[in-house]
């Protein structure tokens, strides 16, 4: 029984990449979060801040609104043309719309941002909620995406969130095919 090796050595000589692996399976079995999990935990915390900051822009110049937006537009279409230039024009209605009902849209952007934090919390402390949350979250957008990249003139940022997201739900459904969750 002395000849036996101990439970954290390697059955063999391994190279570094099988030790790098089989440490990677344990970490997960040991219910820590594998590192593709932890970036999109990291994507969910940059989500939420950008919703946080939305939010300050809109609490700091809901009365303003049209000047700011008028010239923030004109900035951008001097330095960028017409980069994004959908974007641009959706953000901006978007925007006069926010400012008629400040309140209203504060609220809403709060939630949502509690919600990637919390996504992002349990994603990092690796949740078993988190987890379904994620793909079911990302999943059920997949069609109305593909949808509007199809009747709708090409975008290559809509291509690039659609992208993003089929990355992600593979990501997170192959973390919890490996954890047996599925």
């Known amino acids: 029984m002395a000849n036996l090796p101990q439970r954290d050595e390697p059955l063999e000589p391994s190279s570094k990449g099988s030790r790098h692996a089989r440490l990677g399976r344990d970490n997960?079995?040991?219910?820590?979060?594998?590192?593709?999990?932890?970036?999109?935990?990291?994507?969910?915390v940059a989500k939420g801040i950008g919703a946080l900051l939305g939010a300050g822009a809109l609490w700091l110049w809901h009365t303003d609104l049209e000047r700011w937006l008028a010239t923030a537009t004109a900035t951008w279409q001097q330095n960028f043309g017409h980069l994004l230039a959908p974007q641009v024009e959706s953000t901006v209605r978007i925007a006069q719309q926010a400012s008629k009902n400040w309140p209203l849209f504060l609220l809403l952007i709060f939630?949502?941002?509690?919600?990637?934090f919390i996504e992002a919390y349990g994603l990092w402390q690796d949740k078993t909620w988190a987890y379904w949350f994620s793909v079911i979250?990302?999943?059920?957008?997949?069609?109305?995406?593909?949808?509007?990249?199809?009747?709708?003139?090409?975008?290559?940022?809509?291509?690039?969130?659609?992208?993003?997201?089929?990355?992600?739900?593979?990501?997170?459904?192959?973390?919890?095919k490996q954890k047996g969750l599925i």
Request: cysteine-free; glycine content about 4%; aromatic content about 18%.
């Open 137 to 176: 979250g990302y999943g059920i957008f997949i069609p109305i995406e593909l949808y509007y990249l199809l009747a709708r003139p090409f975008d290559w940022f809509k291509l690039a969130i659609f992208v993003l997201n089929i990355i992600i739900v593979i990501v997170v459904y192959r973390n919890m």
């Open 111 to 116: 939630i949502y941002a509690a919600i990637r």
């Open 28 to 44: 997960r079995l040991r219910g820590e979060s594998s590192e593709s999990i932890k970036a999109v935990a990291v994507y969910e």
